[in-house]
């Protein structure tokens, strides 16, 4: 599997953006993976952002809640990242990566985020 992620860009804080994670491959190795957003700052770590199961079970990051959104369109093998009401501390670099049983199977390239004040 790989991803290929896209979306990202610079935008005032209050502002929306979305991201996409396109995986290659068959829509049913797709279908079969839970999918996950993850962010990594400058200076610090990656951080988990949001995720979603094969079945279509979302969870965030508290930060997150209420803000973000995470989908997944299983016949357009993508998995999607509306962020609105941005904030500066979400700047970074958003990777995508694709889960199955006993764990990561691929990340994507990332995709830079830039929140501006």
């Known amino acids: 599997v790989q991803l290929q992620a896209s979306g990202g860009g610079l935008v005032q804080a209050g502002g929306s953006l979305k991201l996409f994670c396109t995986a290659s491959?068959?829509?049913?190795?797709?279908?079969?993976?839970?999918m996950a957003w993850y962010r990594q700052a400058p200076g610090k770590q990656r951080e988990l952002v949001a995720s979603?199961?094969?079945?279509?079970?979302?969870n965030y990051e508290d930060s997150v809640k209420g803000r973000f959104t995470i989908s997944r369109d299983n016949a357009a093998n993508t998995v999607y990242l509306q962020m609105n009401s941005l904030k500066p501390e979400d700047t970074g670099v958003y990777y995508c990566?694709?889960?199955?049983?006993?764990?990561?199977?691929?990340w994507g390239q990332g995709t830079l985020v830039t929140v501006s004040s």
């Open positions: 990566n694709a889960q199955r049983y006993p764990g990561v199977i691929a």
């Open positions: 979603i199961t094969k079945y279509y079970r979302p």
């Open positions: 491959g068959s829509t049913l190795i797709f279908s079969s993976n839970d």
